[in-house]
């Protein structure tokens, strides 16, 4: 057998521990399959004396991540997260002194990434990322080597398994999203602060990282538009299904006539189609692969054994001799991405307002659509209480999101019209 690949890891949190534990209890299996030992030979965490599943007393400790850059070691797991500090500088050091990365962190790529990438090649070695979109599913890999012969059209998908979570929970029970948060908090499903996850950040980093290997582009997170599930009702979530429809956190990086549409957006989602029928924690992605796709992947996109599966599966391409480009192609030829103007996209849209029931509302709101071009396909106002709020739903005909902004913006100014109205748009599945 050849030379063992030394790994060094940076964090023992959940995932960390779970390479660690691979990598002690199948090596055997892992260099047979790699042609070569897969050894771990360092390791850096917070608290040394925090008890662990693997026995990790024979492996050399650093109590400074940074340290790791600098000892005899071919690959730097990163598991520390956060897009700056210590990750950063480690992933900087360890790239700098020629040892592959692999990666867990999203963050960290999706506002370095160019960066790091043009330095990974500079330095003849990779930083590889599969961890660090949709956990377990094998998505990175899949756009930056499988589906290549036709081009990508499309990738869309849940990304976020807190917030489908979420949603899931609120369909199942009717909850508010605040009463299933608070739960899903206190079971430990849900961060204690989950702002990156409910409001879409994290399904943006994700997508960005996502949208760059499909479009041969450079990432670049102020090209998506964000938007979270927090104003999310059950109501919204009833009349969703009712229409035959379920209410999903969608990343979405398309490629359109005026450009890259990239979105993270509550959508309803057709039912009976594989998006929609994503429970829970779930992930999936599908890929559109010009004459090749579509493609549909489902898998956990967190936790421990999903997220160690996919950095070993990058360790194991390492230890392979695969290096190739970061994105997919050599980092100076990444473009920047030709963002579609998200007035432009067209859609179907789901709208709900809340309106005192009186007479001559309808005619307001119907009167502003149409000033804008927008055809309602059907409506349901289904309680009656004059001179109450009672809700006024519409399905829109296909029409640009400008039109309905402005349109929504105009009816929103009405006294007739208390709170803001609710747009969805209505995808496929
Ligand atoms: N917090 C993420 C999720 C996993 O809920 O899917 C890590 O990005």
Redesign the pocket.
């Known amino acids: 057998m050849t030379a063992p690949l030394r790994i060094a890891i940076a964090g023992l949190g959940t995932v960390g521990g779970g390479v660690a534990e691979v990598l002690l209890e199948r090596g055997q299996d892992l260099a047979e399959r790699a042609g070569r030992p897969v050894k771990l030979v360092g390791i850096s965490a917070r608290d040394r004396n925090k008890s662990r599943k693997s026995d990790l007393s024979s492996i050399a400790w650093f109590d400074d991540c940074r340290a790791l850059a600098t000892i005899d070691a071919d690959v730097i797991v990163e598991l520390i997260g956060g897009e700056d500090g210590p990750a950063y500088e480690l992933v900087k050091a360890a790239l700098g002194a020629r040892k592959h990365v692999v990666t867990a962190n ?1 963050a960290l790529l999706a506002h370095h990434g160019s960066e790091l990438a043009a330095l990974a090649e500079r330095n003849g070695v990779a930083l590889k990322f599969e961890a660090a979109a949709a ?1 377990g599913i094998p998505i990175v890999k899949a756009l930056r080597e499988s589906l290549l012969a036709y081009g990508i059209d499309a990738v869309r998908g849940i ?5 489908n ?1 979420i949603l899931t929970k609120m369909e199942a029970t009717g909850q508010s999203f605040g009463d299933v948060l608070a739960e899903a908090q206190k079971l430990g499903f ?2 204690a602060d989950p702002t ?2 409910i409001g879409g950040g ?1 399904t943006a980093h ?1 997508l960005a990282l996502l949208s760059s290997l499909a479009f041969g582009a450079a990432p670049d997170l102020s090209l998506i538009t964000v938007e979270g599930i927090e104003h999310i009702t059950p109501e919204d979530i009833g009349y969703a299904r009712e229409f035959g429809y379920r209410v999903k956190l969608l990343g979405i990086a398309r490629r359109t006539a005026d450009g890259i549409d990239q979105r993270v957006q509550p959508a309803m989602v057709k039912a009976g189609t594989p998006l929609a029928d994503v429970e829970g ?1 779930f ?1 999936a992605v599908v890929a559109h692969a010009g004459a090749a796709g579509p493609f549909f992947l489902e898998g956990r ?2 936790g421990e054994a999903p997220t160690a599966s996919a950095v070993i599966a990058d360790i194991m391409d390492l230890a392979r001799g695969d290096v190739g480009p970061v994105f997919g192609r050599p980092a100076g030829t990444l473009k920047p991405l030709r963002a579609a103007p998200p007035e432009r996209r067209k859609s179907a849209y789901y709208l709900r307002f809340q309106v005192l029931d009186v007479p001559g509302v309808l005619a307001e709101i119907a009167g502003h659509l149409a000033q804008s071009e927008i055809s309602i396909q059907s409506m349901v106002q289904r309680a009656r209480s004059p001179g109450e709020a009672v809700s006024i739903v519409m399905i829109t005909h296909e029409s640009p999101q400008g039109a309905v902004t402005r349109a929504l913006n105009a009816i929103a100014a009405s006294d007739k019209v208390t709170g803001r109205p609710c747009m969805i748009p209505m995808e496929a599945g």
């Open positions: 999203k956990g990304l976020n398994g807190t917030c979570y849900a961060e990156l996850d994290d994700k924690p992930n996109g967190a």
